[in-house]
């Protein structure tokens, strides 16, 4: 997607009822606009969607350089009913991020109520080179009993999750299992690192309470503070900025990542660009320093998603 493209509160615009863009930026539409890359440090996209094919990944890694990206971390296409066809998709973007294994890394869309999934997620975090997992609950809520034996088995691998939280614009009535506060299930499995995506939005404040809940388990003797926030699009710009003030006051720069939410195929990731030069905006406006800066853009995602190959 190239000029000016249409935006909708919320973070996602619909294409045949699958793609998503998520620029709900300070306008309704934006302009191609390259980011200053001279005027930041290393920066980590953590949320990109992989959503058809004819995807080059000579186009991606100039678009990042424009975009003075210097790690994108592609998220699979999802498939909510068959573990081969969840295999299929994790294949294909596996033959993406392993031609620029510097550059681009995955993270496995998996869905923990499809029979064999476990296993196949440590095949994804294992000989597929996946840096992390992405989970969506669709129809089921982190609680389920169900769920349990999937959680058991990341537990024991130490995985680290990205979830959706927040409102969802597809997947049926969906929203509501998107809930942060059922995520305090992961207290119980501690080798767990998630983060939370989109700031949880409309639930901000209780994805706040959430972070404060997994603090807490510290004191009480836990080895780590499993949860982060993903500060990608979501959250609309009449109260996006505030939000983001919050987050940094409440729960400091070490456990937030910078997400754009672009999609692929594209040519030119106009939307990471832009995004990045909206919170760019926003974090000075916030006297939010160079150092926190780097660790929000970069330096989380890095930790929590490492480069497993």
């Known amino acids: ?51 058809g094919d004819g995807i080059n990944v000579d186009d991606v890694l ?60 440590e095949e994804a975090l294992g000989e597929m080179g996946y840096t992390g997992l992405k989970m969506m609950p669709d129809h089921f809520y982190m609680t389920d009993p169900e769920i349990e034996p999937f959680l058991d088995a990341m537990n024991r691998i130490s995985a680290s999750i990205l979830f959706h939280t927040g409102i969802l614009y597809y997947y049926d009535d969906s929203s509501r299992f998107c809930q942060p506060v059922y ?16 700031m949880a939005w409309p639930w901000v404040e209780e994805c706040l309470a959430v972070m404060g809940r997994m603090r807490a388990v510290v004191s009480e003797g836990a080895k780590q503070w499993q949860s982060y926030i993903d500060i990608t699009p979501g959250v609309p ?31 030119t990731l106009d939307c990471q ?10 974090f000075d406006e916030l006297d939010i320093t160079e150092e926190q800066q780097a660790r929000i853009f970069s330096g989380t995602a890095d930790e929590v998603f490492p480069n497993r190959r």
């Open 62 to 121: 100039r678009a990042m350089d424009k975009n003075g990206v210097e790690r994108t971390l592609l998220i699979s296409m999802d498939e909510r009913v068959s573990l081969n066809g969840t295999r299929k998709r994790l294949l294909e973007t596996k033959a993406l991020f392993d031609v620029a294994p510097d550059r681009l890394d995955g993270l496995a869309f998996v869905k923990p109520t499809i029979p064999g999934m476990a296993t196949l997620a």
């Open 273 to 282: 660009a832009f995004v990045l030069n909206d919170y760019k905006q926003i």
């Open 183 to 198: 995520l305090e299930k992961l207290l119980h499995y501690p080798n767990i690192r998630f983060a939370m995506a989109h």
């Open 237 to 267: 710009p009449h109260i996006r900025k505030q939000s983001i003030k919050n987050a940094v006051e409440y729960c400091g720069v070490d456990h937030i990542m910078f997400g754009s939410d672009d999609m692929l195929p594209s040519e």
């Open 1 to 51: 997607m190239t000029g000016v493209v249409p935006i909708f509160f919320g973070g996602v615009l619909t294409v045949n009822t699958r793609q998503h863009i998520a620029c709900n930026v300070r306008k309704r539409t934006f302009v191609n606009t390259p980011y200053d890359k001279e005027s930041l440090m290393r920066i980590t996209d953590c949320h990109v969607h992989v959503f």
